[in-house]
C-alpha cells in the first residue's frame, strides 16, 4: 500500500491516482471494527479513526482528479457522496453528488447519465424535474443501460414521468433491458415474467411457460421478489411450475 502511495504521489497521471483511491476505498470498507464490548472502546475508535482517515484520502484524491476533468473520478466520487462515504457524519449528501453526476454524463458515462437521471426524477441534489430526468435517462439508454432502458419502460407502461402510456414501446424498452440485465438491475426480467403471466391485449401474448423462464433468470441474479413469486408458483402449481416443495423451498430461502 505504502509503495503504492508513494507512486501515485509521484505520478501525474489521474488515472494513476484514480486506481490508488479506489484501492484505498477498498482498503476502508474492509477494514475490520471490533465488536463492542465494555473493555475495547479505545480499540473501536482507534479502528474507525484509521477507517475515516483511508476514506479521506481516497476522496481528496478523487477530488483532485475530478478538478482536472477526469470523468471516472467525477462519477466516483459523486457515487461516494451518495452513499454517505466521505461525507459529514457518513450521511448521503446528493447536494455535493449531483453536480459531479453532470460533470461525468456530459462526458458520456452511462451510469452517471442514469444516476443524474434518478435525481433529478427525486428532487435530490436539485430540483424534480420529470423532462430531465427522461432525457439523462434516454442517454443511458443510448448506452443499453439496463436501469435506464427499465425506468423508461416503466414510464411508458404506467404514463410516468410526463410520457404518455405507450404498452408497445414499453415492452420493446423492458425486453432492451433485459437483454443487458445485470445483479444490479434485474428488474426488468421480473417485470417482464409478470406481463407474460398476465398478457396484453394486442401487444403481449399470455405465456406462463415463458414468463418462468423470465422469474428465473431474474432470481439466478439475485433478485428476491422474482424468487418469492416462483417458490409460490411451485408451492401452488402455478405458471406452468408443477407442485413441487423442494423447488418451492429452494426458491424462499434463495
Known sequence: MQQYRENAKKSNDPQVQYEFALLVIDAAKALPIPVPTPGNVM???????????????????L?????RGHMLSQYTLA????????????????????????????????????????CCENGWGCKRDSAKAVSFFKKAAAAK???????????????ELGLAVDKRAAVNLLQRSGEYATTEFPHALH??????????????????????????????????????????????????????????????VS
Open 191 to 252: 417485470e417482464l415474467g409478470i406481463l407474460h403471466e398476465r398478457g396484453i391485449d394486442n401487444v403481449l401474448f399470455k405465456d406462463d411457460e415463458y414468463a418462468a423462464e423470465l422469474l428465473a433468470q431474474a432470481a439466478e441474479l439475485g433478485y428476491a421478489p422474482s424468487a418469492y413469486h416462483l417458490g409460490e408458483c411451485y408451492e401452488y402449481g402455478k405458471t406452468a411450475c408443477p407442485q413441487d416443495a423442494a423447488l418451492s423451498i429452494h426458491y424462499y
Open 63 to 67: 477530488r483532485k482528479c475530478a478538478d
Open 145 to 159: 443501460h439496463p436501469g435506464a432502458l427499465y425506468r423508461l419502460g416503466t414510464a411508458q407502461l404506467n404514463g
Open 79 to 118: 457515487d461516494c457522496y451518495a452513499n454517505g462515504l466521505g461525507t459529514t457524519r457518513n450521511r448521503q449528501d446528493f447536494d455535493k453528488a449531483y453536480p459531479l453526476f453532470i460533470l461525468a454524463a456530459k462526458r458520456g458515462h452511462p451510469d452517471a447519465c442514469y444516476r443524474a437521471g434518478t
Open 43 to 61: 480499540d473501536i475508535e482507534k479502528a474507525e479513526a484509521r477507517r475515516d482517515a483511508l476514506t479521506r484520502e481516497a476522496t481528496g484524491l
